[in-house]
């Protein structure tokens, strides 16, 4: 069963938060900054991040919950 609107909502909202708090110091900028780019080798995903948690869809959930 696909979460709901308001899961989907809060989900955003929790992840929103949590870059916005962790971003509000030059500490926390440059560790999440270094953090994306040692993981993926760039900047892209850190820019595009919450863009592409904001795409995310309940049918998007249900399928990767479906196949673990």
Do not use: F, W
Request: hydrophobic share 30%; net charge negative; proline share 3%.
């Amino acid at each position: 069963c696909p979460p709901s609107a308001d899961e989907i909502a809060k989900a955003r909202r929790i992840i929103t938060s949590d870059i916005c708090y962790s971003t509000e110091t030059n500490t926390g900028q440059s560790g999440l900054v270094g953090y994306y780019y040692t993981l993926t080798g760039g900047m892209d995903y850190y820019e595009k991040y919450l863009d592409t948690v904001n795409a995310v869809t309940a049918g998007d959930v249900a399928a990767v919950a479906g196949r673990y």
